[in-house]
């Protein structure tokens, strides 16, 4: 059972600190030039997609943009089935030499990112990689900083953070909820 603790941030709230992140990204990689975003299935793909119209419409630029799908390079594969099942990762183009930015909704224990960064290394050898993500809500279990935060949401163990983007909810948002 779960019950809706407060709503943290509205659209337009998203939408605000996904432009934050996207002047940071800019300005801490010198423009666009040499960008790639992967957006980290599910969630982070629509962020990934906001993030290459703010790109676009900021610095004039096309920034490649995929997807990555993590399912294969997850540390609690035998928790979750016998035999994992090749994901659909979306891999715009070379990343040797670029630098990939991937995208996620929530960062929680910094499992999924692991996760990821091993499925873009798996892909090419990139210069450099950095994290976004949306919500940041503590708790690491592995020594991995996000390089761009929407929000730093701290949470219990029991609190859930639920983020709703368009394509897959219908509205975009940020709810707390609280299992009882």
């Known amino acids: 059972m779960m019950r809706l603790k407060s709503t943290i941030m509205d659209e337009a709230a998203v939408r605000r600190s996904m432009t934050r992140i996207t002047h940071e990204i800019i ?97 090419g050898r990139p210069k450099m990689i950095q994290l976004a993500v949306l919500i940041d809500r503590g708790h690491r279990e592995l020594p991995i900083r996000p390089d761009y935060v929407g929000k730093n949401i701290p949470t219990s163990h029991t609190e859930i953070v639920s983020v709703m983007v368009d394509e897959f909810d219908g509205k975009t948002g940020v709810c707390l909820y609280q299992q009882d």
């Open 27 to 123: 300005e801490k990689n010198s423009g666009a030039g040499n960008l790639v975003l992967l957006g980290i299935r599910r969630r982070g793909m629509p962020l990934a997609g906001m993030l290459k119209e703010n790109l676009a419409r900021f610095e004039g630029r096309d920034v490649p943009i995929g997807s990555i799908d993590i399912s294969l390079y997850r540390d609690d594969l035998t928790e979750l089935s016998d035999i994992p099942s090749e994901g659909a990762s979306v891999i715009p183009c070379d990343l040797t030499g670029k630098t990939v930015i991937l995208v996620d909704d929530v960062i929680y224990t910094g499992r999924t990112a692991r996760a990821a960064i091993e499925a873009v290394i798996h892909h």
